[in-house]
């Protein structure tokens, strides 16, 4: 596209030196292992992006990663953000770190896909909110990756033809193989449930406005102390019954399920899939062993429509900061659940 058309489209003056005609520059900060993979992505498979800069706290992860992809590394975060040749971040590090950075990114009017959670607490993702809002545009995408889900969308598309009827509850069942180490009861909340709560909302187009966090008797597969499985059971504002059964342990593979089920029929997405086999061991297929197998798909069009939507100057195309500051509120309310075994409602207060 020209830069010289006076269009909608057109770059806005914080972005003024951006040009359409050449791929937008990512700089990817924090190259653990969700940031290396989507660095891998930027730099081999998204249309239209070019990766730049990789930036990490550990210093020779930072190198290693920029000289795999030959790009530059850039050991200060910020310096990365603020840097001329970078047109737009994607945030990997640890969630503590977010709220500084996007604040920075903000600040600076570049474009931002940071990873989950938005940050660690209700109060610093709402100071977000009101920041993208006193600057009048977006900027800032989460990455909440089920969203660009083939079944997800789905699923939603069959909610929104109100063919089924009313929705009335969604079953949701969340299963990890195993967890990091200092993988805490809280965080089966905070890191995982969190996807659950945004799948609630964007599957039913309502808020959570109540939540509760029960933990049954824990698996002997959990490290000592861990709260693992939990259950949890949200409400929308209209009624809608959701629940979680989250577990960790599992031991031997990943699996996220929904069903939904409304008044004239159900759904359900997440059954095992692909290649079933048959030999003198029975009939079986395989099950995806983490996260970036079960969701390789979804954070690929993530990605690709990401940079879309920066190069067309929409900057965000998927959950935005205020889906980031839902689903931070609900959460804190599922720790608080957690510890007190109590209901615990949800009050967003007005959106800006
Ligand atoms: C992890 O951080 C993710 O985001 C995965 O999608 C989730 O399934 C896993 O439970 C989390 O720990």
């Given at each position: 596209m020209s830069t010289s058309t006076t269009t909608a489209l057109e770059p806005d003056s914080a972005r003024a030196g951006y040009d359409r005609d050449r791929a937008v520059r990512v700089a990817v900060l924090g190259v653990g292992m969700m940031g290396q993979d989507h660095a891998r992505r930027l730099a081999t498979l998204t249309a239209g992006a070019e990766l730049v800069a990789v930036s990490d706290v550990d210093a020779a992860r930072t190198d290693a990663v920029a000289a795999e992809f030959g790009v530059r590394a850039i050991h200060d975060p910020k310096a990365a953000i603020l840097d001329p040749e970078v047109d737009a971040i994607v945030i990997a590090t640890p969630g503590f770190t977010h709220e500084d950075l996007v604040l920075v990114a903000l600040e600076a009017g570049k474009p931002v896909l940071c990873e989950k959670p938005l940050t660690t607490s209700p109060e610093t993702s709402r100071r977000i909110v009101e920041?993208?809002?006193?600057?009048?545009?977006?900027?800032?995408q989460v990455g909440f990756m089920r969203r660009f889900d083939a079944g997800y969308q789905q699923l939603r598309g069959l909610v929104e033809s109100g063919e089924y009827g009313r929705t009335l509850f969604l079953h949701c069942a969340h299963r990890n193989a195993t967890t990091p180490p200092n993988f805490s009861s809280e965080m089966l909340v905070l890191d995982s449930v969190v996807h659950e709560v945004d799948i609630a909302r964007y599957l039913t187009g309502e808020e959570i406005v109540a939540i509760r966090v029960i933990a049954p008797r824990s698996t002997s597969a959990a490290p000592e102390g861990l709260r693992d499985p939990q259950f949890v059971i949200m409400e929308t504002e209209s009624g809608i019954l959701v629940d979680v059964e989250i577990f960790v342990n599992t031991t031997f593979g990943?699996?996220?399920?929904?069903?939904?089920?409304?008044?004239?029929?159900?759904?359900?997405?997440?059954l095992p899939e692909g290649m079933?086999?048959?030999?003198g061991q029975g009939w079986g297929g395989s099950i995806p062993k983490d996260f970036k197998e079960r969701f390789g798909a979804a954070y690929d069009?993530?990605?690709?429509?990401w940079i879309d939507a920066v190069r067309s100057g929409a900057n965000v195309?998927?959950?935005g900061v205020w889906d980031g500051y839902a689903a931070a509120a609900?959460?804190?309310?599922?720790?608080e659940s957690l510890r007190t075994g109590e209901r615990v409602e949800i009050d967003l207060g007005v959106k800006p």
């Open positions: 920041a993208e809002a006193a600057l009048g545009r977006p900027l800032v990943y699996e996220v399920r929904t069903e939904l089920v409304a008044e004239k029929g159900q759904a359900r997405i997440g079933v086999t048959q030999s069009v993530e990605f690709q429509r195309d998927g959950p609900v959460c804190a309310a599922g720790v």
